[in-house]
């Protein structure tokens, strides 16, 4: 009974500087709501929402701004500072080094649908 007492312990010892160790590293990088919009062109009847599995991060520290594409799916990456293009990226997967404070729009262009995505520094 000792033994298995103190093995629960080890064990929920071991796990909670785990769990606090990831909450305090994610701390300094914001995620980027997206909105997915289908391109006027093709007209396309849509039954349920568009799920393209893209990530856009801002990290504080480093004043990074990361996008990550989980698939296949290409595309080109806008970088906007307040309504002025200030970068662009012919794929996806990328970063932007985030240099001065305003406000960015993040555009990312698909070949048949657009991701729309707003930071404020």
């Given amino acids: 009974m000792q033994k298995i007492l103190f093995l629960t312990l080890v064990i929920i ?3 909670f500087p ?3 160790q990831d909450s305090n590293g994610n701390s300094s990088s914001q995620q980027i ?3 997915f919009q289908r391109d006027k062109t093709p007209p396309i009847i849509l ?8 990530e856009v991060y801002y990290e504080k520290e480093s004043s990074i701004l990361r996008v990550y594409n ?3 799916t ?7 500072l307040d309504g002025e293009l200030i970068g662009y990226e012919s794929e996806i997967n990328t970063s932007f080094f985030i240099s001065s404070p305003g406000f960015y ?4 262009i698909g070949e048949n649908w657009i991701a729309e995505g707003y930071l404020e520094v």
């Fill in 105 to 108: 729009k993040i555009e990312i």
């Fill in 70 to 72: 989980y698939s296949e």
């Fill in 13 to 15: 010892g071991n796990i």
């Fill in 18 to 20: 785990l769990i606090a």
């Fill in 74 to 80: 290409t595309g080109e990456v806008f970088l906007y």
């Fill in 33 to 35: 709501e997206l909105d």
């Fill in 47 to 54: 039954r349920a929402p568009m799920r393209i599995p893209i």
